[in-house]
């Protein structure tokens, strides 16, 4: 961890062997999804430890039924927003649908991210033929965060959006990839809508972090989005997630409200779990 002495904000940035070292003190790590420069300032403040620039941003920025139309461009884009009013959190962004189709798109793409967006680390979507991909961005450096259960990348295959990993063989399935996107390099983990048994049982075997939603409260940390869990998102919200400006008056207060129940596990309880 290092301190950037330009900022007046005193918080340390927060690193990948920071995460890594969470894990080990057994503290949780608090994560929301951000998509511009004027929410990104608030989140220092609050004490969020990672900001994902997800692309969600196509449902909930664009109007998208799905993250499918979601380009590189755009993430880009709202990266690039996100970093300049963003201190201390780690900045990840999803690598969105077809921009990790093989190593060298992974690798071209991965490189805007980081380079021209700011990105600290990027989102790829989960295993099998991925891990060739986590592999070759690890090797160059690029810090990998994984992401298992519900891949929404994948929702034609799935058949919609669901809970992944109810039945036997499809926990075993998501175990056994849980280890490889490790084994790959991968440097943490976002569970989405996998049984609460399930998650903690990956959390314990695995050395990473990983951050669940909608995975229960024995996840290193959690991740919401950040639409959702102010209540602005229109429409149906997911069991997982939970408003908490309800009752608040500020998005500040809302915020640091997030991250204290993320900290002391009063979020998520079994009625945002499965
Ligand atoms: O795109 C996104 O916001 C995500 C989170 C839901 C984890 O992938």
């Known amino acids: 961890m290092y301190t950037n002495t330009t900022n007046a904000n005193p918080r340390s940035v927060v690193t990948v062997p920071a995460l890594r070292q969470r894990k080990a003190d057994g503290a949780k790590i608090a994560m929301l999804t951000c998509y511009d420069a004027s929410f990104a300032a608030h989140f220092d403040a609050a004490g969020v430890d990672a900001v994902l620039v997800g692309d969600s941003l196509g449902m909930v920025i664009q109007g998208q039924a799905s993250t499918l139309p979601v380009t590189l461009d755009h993430m880009v884009y709202h990266c690039a927003a996100v970093s300049r009013g963003l201190h201390a959190p780690l900045l990840i962004a999803d690598m969105p649908f077809m921009s990790y189709r093989d190593v060298s798109t992974a690798l071209v793409s991965a490189g805007r991210l980081l380079a021209e967006a700011g990105a600290a680390m990027v989102k790829v979507e989960g295993a099998g033929w991925v891990l060739d991909v986590i592999a070759a961005l690890s090797a160059r450096d690029v810090p990998v965060c994984a ?113 204290g129940a993320v900290q002391d596990s009063s979020f998520p309880g079994p009625e945002h779990s499965y």
């Open 147 to 259: 992401h298992l259960g519900l891949t929404p990348q994948s929702v034609h295959k799935l058949g919609g959006y669901r809970v992944q990993g109810r039945l036997e063989g499809d926990a075993k399935r998501l175990l056994e990839d849980a280890h490889a996107v490790a084994g790959a390099g991968a440097e943490l983990l976002v569970l989405e809508c996998v049984p609460a048994e399930l998650a903690t049982r990956i959390t314990g075997e695995l050395a990473i972090p990983t951050i669940g939603i909608g995975a229960g409260a024995g996840c290193n940390g959690q991740v919401l989005v950040l639409y959702d869990m102010l209540g602005i998102t229109p429409g149906h919200r997911p069991r997982f997630s939970k408003d908490f400006l309800c009752g608040r008056d500020s998005i500040d207060a809302a915020l640091a409200a997030y991250v």
